[in-house]
């Protein structure tokens, strides 16, 4: 980390990066992404936040990977799919103040991780909040979970980014 706790400098190409502007976000979830602009139309609907594919529904959330930096997280901008129901009550409490009395809702992570092997599918918890976009806790054994409780490096997001940019 750089002085300002914001920056890493990247020893893969000199320059300082602000963690916060090099996280990884996917736009879609990977099946809708992978099809063509008519099939699209024809079998899904999509916003920013939500997505229907088919009789599947998904939501955009966030999986936050501690740094070694208190209370910093990098974030992964993914998409999970949940079932109907779940999703009915994340679209139905979005804009909610108070989502704390909602239990974490089961899903699965719709997009796979360059970096996380085998990531796609991976089973999670989605917990509504009031101020982001809800975050999702992968449950189920992977390098995945064990970073989401271990933490990573900025070294390692660093890494992330440049591989996907």
């Known amino acids: 980390m750089t002085d300002d706790g914001n920056s890493v400098a990247c020893s893969?190409?000199?320059?300082?990066?602000?963690?916060?502007k090099i996280e990884v976000a996917y736009g879609?979830?990977?099946d809708y992404f992978m099809l063509s602009r008519?099939?699209?139309?024809?079998?899904?609907?999509?916003?920013?936040?939500?997505?229907?594919?088919?009789?599947?529904?998904?939501?955009?959330?966030?999986?936050?990977?501690?740094?070694p930096e208190?209370?910093?997280y990098y974030c992964w901008g993914v998409w999970v799919e949940?079932?109907?129901?779940?999703?009915?009550?994340?679209?139905?409490?979005?804009?909610?103040?108070d989502v704390s009395r909602i239990p974490r809702l089961k899903g699965k992570l719709a997009n796979g991780l360059r970096e996380y092997e085998n990531?796609?599918?991976?089973?999670?918890?989605?917990?509504?909040r009031p101020?982001?976009?809800?975050?999702?806790y992968i449950v189920e054994e992977?390098?995945?979970?064990?970073d989401l409780h271990s933490g990573i490096t900025a070294e390692d997001a660093v890494r992330y980014y440049h591989q996907i940019a």
């Open 12 to 20: 893969e190409c000199g320059a300082a990066h602000d963690i916060g």
């Open 38 to 67: 008519e099939q699209r139309e024809a079998r899904g609907r999509a916003n920013s936040d939500f997505c229907q594919l088919d009789n599947r529904f998904f939501v955009r959330s966030v999986i936050p990977v501690p740094l």
């Open 70 to 72: 208190p209370d910093r």
């Open 28 to 30: 879609l979830l990977d």
């Open 82 to 97: 949940l079932p109907r129901e779940n999703c009915r009550i994340a679209y139905d409490t979005w804009e909610d103040e």
């Open 119 to 128: 990531s796609k599918g991976l089973l999670g918890e989605l917990e509504l």
């Open 131 to 136: 101020d982001s976009h809800p975050f999702f």
């Open 142 to 146: 992977s390098r995945l979970m064990h």
